[in-house]
Every structure is written in structure tokens, then in C-alpha cells.
């Protein structure tokens, strides 16, 4: 069983930057990789989607913002989060299936302030 282990968040200004890391236990190279936030009284929304090919993709409300990578011999996926916005204010976990079972990570806390 992998474990998923999200770090990086924290407080920051409107305008500035964090890059979340997600560090598996086991291989992750022969899965899509996902990430995801769920903020307060909200649905969790997925934020980016990296795929084993290396192709990305984004939600509109990230785009231009948010860049997903992946490291898989290091078998971490990374989140760089530039011009932070208050509504991006959430827990933002990672995530991926394998033979229809979906592992989630703990969450980090990103918290912007105005």
C-alpha cells in the first residue's frame, strides 16, 4: 500500500508563492498523479492533473498560475503556486488510482491572506 505524504503549505501574502511536494511511499511512475483543495464549507475541486506521459492539466481558476511536475525517481509530485489569490485558500491534498482504488494523501494547509 502507498502512502501518500503532502508538505509546503503555509501562510503567505496575496501575490506570493509556495510549491507543495507529495512523496510516495512506493513507484508512482505508471500513474496519473492529481492534485487537489478542498476549502471550507466547499466540495474538494481538482486543482492539476499531471499524466505518466508528463502532460499536464489545470483548472481554469489555476491556469497561468499553478504548474504540476513529478519526479519519479524521487517519487514526489510538486505543485508551484505563483500569484496566490485568497480563494486559493484551501488543504490541498494529492491523490492517484491504481486497479480501481484512489489513495489520498493527509493535506497541507494553504492559507493566503489579503
Known amino acids: 500500500q502507498v502512502q501518500l505524504v503532502e508538505s509546503g503549505g503555509g501562510l503567505v501574502q496575496a501575490g506570493g508563492s509556495l510549491r507543495l511536494s507529495c512523496a510516495a511511499s512506493?513507484?508512482?511512475?505508471?500513474?496519473?498523479m492529481g492534485w487537489y483543495r478542498q476549502a471550507p464549507g466547499k466540495q474538494r475541486e481538482l486543482v492539476a492533473t499531471?499524466?505518466?506521459?508528463?502532460?499536464?492539466d489545470y483548472a481554469g481558476s489555476v491556469k497561468g498560475r499553478f504548474t504540476i511536475s513529478r519526479d519519479n525517481a524521487k517519487r514526489t509530485v510538486f505543485l508551484q503556486m505563483n500569484s496566490l489569490k485568497p480563494e486559493d485558500t484551501a488543504v490541498y491534498y494529492c491523490?492517484?488510482?491504481?486497479?480501481?482504488?484512489?489513495?489520498w494523501g493527509q493535506g497541507t494547509q494553504v492559507t493566503v491572506s489579503s
Open positions: 491523490n492517484f488510482n491504481r486497479l480501481s482504488r484512489t489513495y
Open positions: 499531471i499524466f505518466r506521459t508528463g502532460s499536464t
Open positions: 512506493g513507484t508512482i511512475s505508471d500513474v496519473a
